[in-house]
């Protein structure tokens, strides 16, 4: 299992301390029952506990998974572009002397660097090159048919099935820590809330917050005052 972040670890720790400290001693039970922490309030926070360990490996079994279809995809992009770049090189050569040809291929364009820009403008001229027999034959003559051709256009569909796979990747990361979060949020909440209600009941009883740990805390905040 994925560890904790030690900020987020140590708060999980502590509150588990102090609500198992508070459900077992009858006397702390009792005390805090009667300003509404009754058995539901304490397995409401227990979800909640149980909900954010869950959720907190959650982001980063997403983001593991997200970083490993971004090297795919990286190393998918750069295969294919290499295979479209000796193709087009080829394609120039072949039809050095055909103005049609070269408008039709866009082979005296600038390439595209946008990442769409670069699949719009490879695919399509991969499609002329497919769709048209002159160019087919042409090709042929310098060892590129149509299956080696169809191949590049293969590996360029394949890299835009990994860019899409990728951004949803991204998604399901982001999701899932926006989710986390929240439930930290609303677990810090009740916990700060159940430790004035805690420090007010036993505000005479020093050794009852010692027993829970908050005595250092009560401490601070007087000297601090």
Request: aromatic residues 10%; charged residues 30%; negative net charge.
């Amino acid at each position: 299992m994925i560890k904790l972040n030690e900020a987020i670890a140590d708060f999980l720790v502590d509150t588990k301390f102090l609500l198992n400290k508070s459900i077992s001693d009858t006397t702390i039970k009792q005390a805090v029952g009667l300003f509404g922490y009754d058995e539901l309030k304490f397995v409401e926070v227990e979800s909640l506990i149980s909900m954010l360990e869950e959720l907190y490996n959650t982001p980063q079994t997403e983001y593991d998974d997200y970083h490993q279809t971004e090297y795919d995809f990286q190393r998918k992009l750069e295969i294919a572009h290499e295979n479209y770049m000796d193709l087009l090189l080829i394609s120039k050569v072949a039809f050095k002397d055909d103005a049609n040809a070269q408008q039709a291929l866009g082979l005296n364009q600038n390439r595209k660097i946008s990442y769409s820009g670069w699949c719009s403008q490879a695919l399509d001229f991969c499609n002329q090159l497919i769709r048209k027999p002159e160019f087919k034959a042409k090709m042929e003559a310098y060892g590129q048919n149509a299956e080696k051709v169809e191949a590049v256009k293969d590996s360029i569909l394949n890299v835009q099935s990994y860019f899409q796979l990728n951004e949803e990747g991204r998604t399901e990361a982001q999701h899932a820590i926006q989710i986390r979060d929240e439930i930290l949020d609303l677990l810090i909440e009740w916990v700060r809330d159940y430790k004035k209600t805690i420090k007010n009941v036993f505000i005479d009883q020093p050794e009852m917050l010692e027993q829970l740990g908050l005595l250092e805390e009560s401490l601070v905040k007087v000297l601090s005052m």
